[in-house]
C-alpha cells in the first residue's frame, strides 16, 4: 500500500515538499542561535486564561466568523463514520481498480455543505496539547489516482489539552485546515502547509488580548526549537523521507507565520483588512499561498530574524 506521506501529497495536490532554505547558511546560523540560546527550562506563561471548552469553542466561531468570507465547507451528510460504513457496504472492503470513479463519485453525492463553525469537536483536557482535523480516505489503496481524484473527507476537530485561551487559537487553528483544504492545491508546498492556521492562532490571541501576544510567540518559538532538534537528529538516523519533511513544515510554517503577523499587527486597519482580503481568496481559490507570501515580501530569513529579537528580549 502507498505510504502516509505519498497518500497526503496526493490528496492535497502538493506537488514539492523541499526548500532551499534548509540548505541555507541562514538556517545553520539559525539554528545554532536558537540552540544556544533560548531557555531550556520549562517555561510558566503568564495572563493566560483558563476557561471551559464551551468557550473555547464559542470564542474560536466568533473569530472565524470574523475573519473569514465563507465557512461552508463540503463534509459527510454524517459524522459517525456512516459515509464510510455506507460505501464499504455498498462496494466492497477491496472494491476493483476501475470502481474508483464510481466510488468517488458516490462519495462527492453523499457530501454536504456545513459550516466549519458545526464540525463536531471532540475534547480531551487531560490528554497532551495538540489539535488535529480528522481526516478519512476510507479506503487504502494503492492507485495514486484514488487520492488525486477523492474530496478532502473531514470528519470532525479534535482537541486536547489544557482549556484555555491557548485553546482557542488551536481551535482556530484546526479550522483553518479544514477551509484551505477546501481547495487542493491551495499551496504548492507541502512545507507551507500550516502557514495560515498558526497565522490566525496568533490573529485569535490579538482578538481576545493584545497582552498575550508575546507569550503566544514565545509558545510558538518552543515549538520551533523542538523540531530543530527534531529534524538535526533525524538528519543523522532517519531514512524515512516523513521524518525529514515533518519538523521542516513546522519550522518554516512559523517563521512564515510569524512574518506575515509581524506585517499584520503593525498594519493600519485598512492595511489588516487587506490582508484578510487576500486569505480570503487563498481560502476560495481565487490564489495560492505563495502568491500572498510574494506580494508581502515574506520569507523565511525575516521570521528568523524576528524570532532572534524575540529571544534576545527573554535575557
Not at 489516482?145 to 481551535?171: E, H, R, T, V, W
Not at 477551509?179 to 496568533?202: A, H, S, V
Not at 532517519?238 to 510569524?258: F, G, R, V
Not at 505563495?290 to 528568523?304: F, S
Amino acid at each position: 500500500m502507498l505510504d502516509d506521506f505519498k497518500r497526503m501529497l496526493a490528496t492535497y495536490q502538493y506537488s514539492t515538499f523541499t526548500s532551499a532554505y534548509f540548505d541555507s547558511e541562514n538556517y545553520r546560523k539559525f539554528r545554532s542561535f536558537l540552540l544556544d540560546n533560548l531557555p531550556t527550562a520549562n517555561v510558566t506563561f503568564q495572563n493566560i486564561h483558563l476557561c471551559s471548552y464551551k468557550e473555547v469553542k464559542q470564542v474560536g466561531r466568533e473569530i472565524v466568523e470574523k475573519h473569514t468570507e465563507n465557512i461552508d465547507i463540503k463534509v459527510p451528510y454524517t459524522f459517525e463514520n456512516e459515509l464510510a460504513s455506507e460505501v464499504i457496504a455498498k462496494f466492497g472492503l477491496k472494491p476493483d481498480e476501475n470502481k474508483i470513479d464510481e466510488i468517488i463519485t458516490y462519495i462527492k453525492n453523499k457530501m454536504e455543505l456545513k459550516k466549519v463553525t458545526d464540525v463536531p469537536v471532540f475534547t480531551n483536557i487531560n490528554a497532551p496539547r495538540n489539535g488535529c482535523t480528522c481526516i478519512d480516505w476510507i479506503y487504502d489503496n494503492n492507485d495514486i489516482s484514488y487520492y488525486q481524484k477523492i474530496p478532502i473527507i473531514l470528519n470532525a476537530i479534535s482537541l486536547q489539552g489544557p482549556s484555555d485561551d491557548f485553546s482557542k487559537g488551536i481551535y482556530v487553528h484546526e479550522m483553518y485546515h479544514a477551509l484551505t483544504q477546501r481547495n487542493k492545491g491551495f499551496t504548492k508546498n507541502y512545507l507551507y502547509t500550516e502557514t495560515l492556521p498558526i497565522f490566525m492562532e496568533q490573529v485569535t490571541v490579538l482578538d481576545i488580548d493584545e497582552s498575550l501576544i508575546p507569550a503566544a510567540l514565545l509558545k510558538r518559538i518552543i515549538s520551533i526549537k523542538k523540531n530543530v532538534i527534531e529534524l538535526t537528529y533525524n538528519s543523522f538516523n532517519e531514512d524515512n523521507i516523513q521524518n525529514i519533511t515533518s519538523p521542516q513544515n513546522y519550522i518554516l510554517s512559523c517563521l512564515l507565520a510569524i512574518n506575515l503577523f509581524n506585517i499584520y499587527l503593525h498594519s493600519s486597519n485598512k492595511g489588516k483588512n487587506e490582508i484578510n482580503s487576500e486569505i480570503n481568496k487563498i481560502l476560495m481559490g481565487n490564489k495560492t499561498l505563495e502568491e500572498v507570501l510574494d506580494k508581502y515580501e515574506i520569507t523565511p530569513e525575516k521570521g528568523a530574524s524576528l524570532v532572534k529579537k524575540k529571544i534576545k528580549t527573554l535575557k
